[in-house]
C-alpha cells in the first residue's frame, strides 16, 4: 500500500507540473459571422480588444473560414487599428488561402476551411486600454461569396 501511495504522489506531482506548465497564451480570440456567407465590401468586421499589457510583444493573426464556393486562392484585407487615444493605423494585408493548384491551406471540415494567418508576428501596443480592430474585404469584387467568418487572435509572443 505504501508502494502505491509513493507512486501515486509521484504521479500527482508531474501531472500538476505538466498542467502548470501549459499556460495559455491567448490574450484574445473572437470571430464575426459574414451574412450569408457573402462578405460585402461595405461590411465592415470589427474587433474591441482590452489590452492589459504594454511591455511585452504581442502576434495577431488572422482567422478567415471560407467554403468552397469562395472563387480566389487570397484574399486581401484592409486592416485599421484604432488606439485608446484614438490614433488609426491602417495597412493592406493578403491572406493566402490555396495553393497555385487549388487546394485550400488550413484545415477543413466538410467544406469549411479554417485557416490562420500571422498578420503582425512581434507588436508592442503603445499603452493599456481599450483597441479596436476593424477589417474590410480589398478585393475588387464588390460581394464575396464563400466567406463565412472572419477571426481575430492575439498572443502573448514570447510564450
Known amino acids: 500500500m505504501k508502494f502505491k501511495s509513493k507512486y501515486l ?10 498542467i502548470s506548465a501549459c499556460k495559455d497564451n491567448r490574450v484574445y480570440e473572437n470571430y464575426v459571422d459574414i451574412p450569408n456567407h457573402e462578405w460585402s465590401k461595405d461590411y465592415i468586421a470589427s474587433f474591441e480588444v482590452e489590452i492589459t499589457d504594454s511591455i511585452q510583444p504581442h ?8 467554403t468552397g464556393k469562395y472563387q480566389y486562392s487570397n484574399l486581401w484585407l484592409f486592416v485599421k487599428q484604432i488606439d485608446p487615444d484614438g490614433k488609426i493605423s491602417e495597412e493592406k494585408f493578403e491572406c493566402q488561402l ?22 503582425k508576428p512581434a507588436i508592442q501596443f503603445t499603452k493599456p486600454g ?12 464588390d460581394n464575396l461569396p464563400g466567406i463565412v467568418n472572419v477571426g481575430l487572435k492575439i498572443d502573448n509572443a514570447n510564450h
Open 9 to 18: 504522489l509521484l504521479f500527482s506531482f508531474v501531472l500538476i507540473f505538466i
Open 59 to 66: 502576434s495577431i493573426s488572422v482567422d478567415i473560414r471560407n
Open 98 to 119: 490555396a495553393s497555385d493548384t487549388g487546394e485550400w491551406y488550413g484545415s477543413g471540415f466538410g467544406d469549411i476551411f479554417d485557416l490562420q494567418v500571422l498578420f
Open 130 to 141: 481599450l483597441y479596436t480592430f476593424e477589417m474590410v474585404q480589398g478585393m475588387r469584387d
